[in-house]
């Protein structure tokens, strides 16, 4: 089983996909590969991309990295890093090509901070209401927080989402609200070096009502290569 920080270590490296994707809407299917590379973050890097997000009251005091400094801002906690917090962040980069023929290139930065770290972190929760799809068990175990990246997948822009992190399943679920759509991407390892992947995108309903018309829905095999 892997816990927290050892999931986040064995995603590194380079790996290759394979999805098929269910356009219900089109009534298509469409396949595509995906090489995927992904490093860890820097310190810096780390603080640049959580200095574009309201979280960003974080590297205030953060910003020397004293460990015996007192945090006063929204930090749950005497003092640290963000290393030392335990908040992994990636480099990730990939180029897609579908069956069609069509190429897709992105490079983005993405951070994902427990709750435990941030006080009062309700205040940063969606206002949205979440789809049945991201309904995970609220078990003791489950790790729940944000997750951050420089660039969308389907919008550009900063990109603040909720994460869920299951140990016993070794399962990794994000669910993000952009402006039109929201997204429930699942990641789970089955094996040393391999993952499922599952990709739900939802549309977006009117304010107060629970997403529920599924749009597109992505099945995966991503597999991690040799150095």
């Given at each position: 089983?892997?816990?927290?920080?050892?999931?986040?270590?064995?995603?590194s490296?380079?790996?290759q996909?394979e999805?098929?994707?269910?356009?219900l809407?089109a009534?298509?299917?469409?396949?595509?590969h995906t090489?995927?590379?992904v490093n860890s973050?820097?310190?810096?890097?780390?603080?640049a991309?959580?200095?574009?997000?309201p979280?960003g009251?974080l590297?205030?005091?953060?910003?020397?990295?004293?460990?015996?400094?007192?945090?006063?801002?929204?930090?749950?906690?005497?003092?640290?890093?963000?290393?030392?917090?335990?908040?992994?962040?990636?480099?990730?980069?990939?180029?897609?090509?579908?069956?069609?023929g069509e190429?897709?290139?992105?490079?983005?930065?993405?951070?994902?901070?427990?709750?435990q770290?941030?006080?009062?972190?309700?205040?940063?929760?969606?206002?949205?209401?979440?789809?049945?799809?991201?309904?995970?068990p609220?078990?003791e175990?489950?790790i729940?927080?944000?997750y951050?990246?420089?660039?969308?997948?389907?919008?550009?822009?900063?990109?603040?989402s909720s994460?869920?992190y299951?140990p016993?399943r070794?399962?990794?679920?994000?669910?993000?609200?952009?402006?039109?759509?929201i997204?429930?991407?699942?990641?789970r390892?089955?094996?040393?070096?391999?993952?499922?992947?599952?990709?739900?995108?939802?549309?977006?309903?009117?304010?107060g009502?629970?997403?529920?018309?599924?749009t597109?829905v992505?099945?995966?095999?991503?597999?991690?290569?040799?150095?």
């Open positions: 089983m892997l816990d927290f920080n050892q999931f986040f270590q064995a995603c490296g380079f790996w996909i999805r098929t994707y269910h356009d809407v009534g298509e299917i469409d396949r595509s090489e995927y590379r973050l820097t310190v810096s890097e780390k603080q991309l959580l200095s574009l997000s979280l009251t590297v205030d005091e953060l910003k020397n990295y004293f460990p015996e400094q007192s945090l006063d801002t929204h930090l749950d906690g005497a003092a640290g890093t963000i290393h030392q917090l335990g908040c992994p962040g990636f480099g990730i980069s990939f180029d897609t090509i579908s069956e069609k190429q897709v290139s992105m490079h983005l930065k993405a951070l994902f901070i427990p709750y770290f941030v006080k009062n972190y309700e205040v940063f929760m969606p206002s949205e209401n979440f789809p049945i799809a991201a309904e995970l609220k078990t175990e489950a729940q927080g944000f951050l990246r420089d660039e969308g997948y389907s919008e550009s822009g900063l990109i603040q994460f869920t299951l016993s070794q399962t990794l679920e994000m669910t993000t609200f952009y402006r039109r759509s997204a429930v991407d699942q990641m390892f089955v094996a040393p070096g391999l993952r499922l992947r599952t990709i739900i995108t939802y549309e977006k309903p009117p304010a009502e629970v997403p529920e018309v599924i597109l992505g099945f995966g095999v991503e597999k991690r290569q040799p150095a």
